[in-house]
């Protein structure tokens, strides 16, 4: 069975913290990852896709390692506005349809 | 920006009823997908659909689910007799040509299924 899995959390964080969530695939064939930002009750929205080399968008840094099947994303100087619901997502190339993780619960606190 | 859409919003159905979730994908995309999410569960793939076939499906999509693109803009599910464990969000995504593999997948906001 193909799994992603995450630490459910929830982290409760203070505002300015810096957070890092975990994530391991157990699919060796899954070639795209992403994280993906879920707010209650509302659909997934991309947060980054994450590339082998590692990627930087603003507060969010995502790594990649393929040898240990694991993938993480770090939160630099949280906000209010960060609380939510992170998703690790994989995909095959060939396949396209994406495997989610639960999720990882993350609440900033002023 | 462009976004996918989803009709309606919610519904409310009785067990052993059809039910027909609409998606209006973003409009140059080819690839379409449902996902379903159970209340407190993880996200999970239904089915994928390209160049008007289903492309692939997972096991979840049995005998009881359809989909169709009845016209060059309408994407949607179709339970033909619903359990009490169809109840779920349903998402529908949509993603471009494919070219790059990381082509991203845009989410609708979701079709709320509660079935009595």
């Known amino acids: 069975r193909k799994e992603v899995e995450q630490d459910p959390g929830p982290f409760n964080v203070p505002e300015g913290a810096t957070v890092a969530f975990n994530c391991t695939y157990s699919n060796s064939a899954s070639q795209s990852f992403f994280w993906y930002r879920q707010d209650c009750r509302k659909e997934p929205k991309l947060l980054m896709s994450v590339y082998s080399s590692g990627n930087e968008d603003g507060r969010f840094t995502a790594q990649l390692n393929r040898a240990s099947q694991y993938i993480s994303l770090l939160i630099r100087d949280s906000k209010l506005s960060d609380s939510a619901t992170y998703l690790c997502?994989?995909?095959?190339?060939?396949?396209?349809?994406?495997?989610f993780g639960s999720g990882t619960r993350l609440q900033v606190q002023p | 920006e462009p976004e996918v859409t989803q009709t309606p919003s919610h519904q409310v159905t009785q067990m052993g009823q059809e039910v027909i979730l609409r998606c209006v994908p973003i409009?140059?995309?080819?690839?379409f997908y449902w996902y379903r999410q159970i209340l407190g569960q993880k996200v999970e793939f239904l089915v994928s659909?390209?160049?008007?076939?289903?492309?692939?499906k997972s096991e979840i999509f049995d005998d009881q689910f359809s989909v169709e693109r009845p016209d060059g803009s309408n994407f949607t599910l179709k339970i033909r007799s619903t359990k009490l464990e169809d109840s779920a969000m349903y998402f529908c995504?949509?993603?471009?040509?494919?070219?790059?593999?990381?082509?991203?997948?845009?989410f609708g906001p979701g079709t709320r299924l509660l079935v009595l």
């Open positions: 995504a949509s993603r471009g040509d494919g070219k790059l593999y990381q082509e991203t997948q845009y």
């Open positions: 659909f390209y160049n008007n076939e289903i492309s692939e």
């Open positions: 997502v994989a995909a095959d190339t060939g396949r396209r349809a994406l495997t």
């Open positions: 409009s140059n995309h080819l690839y």
